[in-house]
C-alpha cells in the first residue's frame, strides 16, 4: 500500500496528504553518482528531469539530473551528487513526490490516498472507515474498520461501490450476499 503523510503543506483539499511515497533509494550505480530506486508508483512517468523529489523523512528537497531504466530499477541522479560517493550517502532513503504534482484522473478513478479515511455507509447504516486498501490481482479491496467492529472487507467492483463523493467524505456501498456472516 502507498504510504500517506499528512502535512498541512499539502493539497488544499481536506485530509489529503503533502507527500506520496513514489520509491526507495537503493545502491549506487556506476561512477557519475546515479543510484538504484525501486519505484513504488503506479506512475513512474511522473518522474522526471529537472522536477523536484523529497527524500527521507525530513523530506529534503532534491532535484533529477539523470533517470534512465535498468531492469526493474529506475537509475536515477540528484543534482550536485556527482560520483558513487556522494550518492551512497542516500541509500535506503525514501523518495517522495508532493500531492500537487499528481496528474488528474479520469472520472470515477481515483488516488488511494483520496479514498482513505472515507466514511463507509450501506444506505443509513454506517459501516466504518475505510483504513486500507489491500492490491490484489483481480480487484482491489478495501478494509472497513469500525469502532468496536471486526474488520470489514469488501472487494473494490461496481456491484458493490455505489457511490464515492471525495468532497463530502463518504462512500456508499451495497454488500453481496454473505459479506457480512
Do not use: C
Request: glycine letters at 8%; charged letters at 25%; zero cysteines.
Amino acid at each position: 500500500m502507498t504510504e500517506i503523510t499528512q502535512n498541512a503543506a499539502g493539497s488544499s483539499a481536506q485530509n489529503e496528504p503533502a507527500y506520496l511515497l513514489i520509491g526507495r533509494l537503493q545502491k549506487t550505480h556506476g561512477i557519475k553518482g546515479e543510484i538504484a530506486m525501486r519505484v513504488i508508483t503506479q506512475y513512474p512517468e511522473r518522474i522526471k528531469l529537472g522536477k523536484p523529489v523529497f527524500l527521507g523523512e525530513d523530506r529534503r528537497e532534491f532535484t533529477i539530473s539523470t533517470i534512465r531504466w535498468k531492469n526493474e530499477l529506475m537509475l536515477i541522479g540528484f543534482e550536485g551528487y556527482d560520483n558513487p560517493e556522494d550518492a551512497a550517502k542516500l541509500t535506503n532513503l525514501e523518495v517522495f513526490s508532493t500531492t500537487r504534482n499528481l496528474p488528474r484522473l479520469p472520472k470515477g478513478q481515483y488516488y488511494h490516498h483520496q479514498l482513505i479515511g472515507l466514511k463507509v455507509w450501506q444506505e443509513k447504516e454506517y459501516l466504518g472507515e475505510l483504513a486500507e486498501i489491500l492490491e490484489t490481482g483481480a480487484n482491489d479491496v478495501y478494509v472497513i474498520l469500525a469502532e468496536g467492529a471486526e474488520e470489514l472487507l469488501i472487494p473494490a467492483i461496481p456491484d458493490v461501490i455505489k457511490e464515492i463523493d471525495i468532497e463530502a467524505g463518504v462512500m456508499q456501498v451495497q454488500l453481496l450476499e454473505g459479506l457480512r456472516d
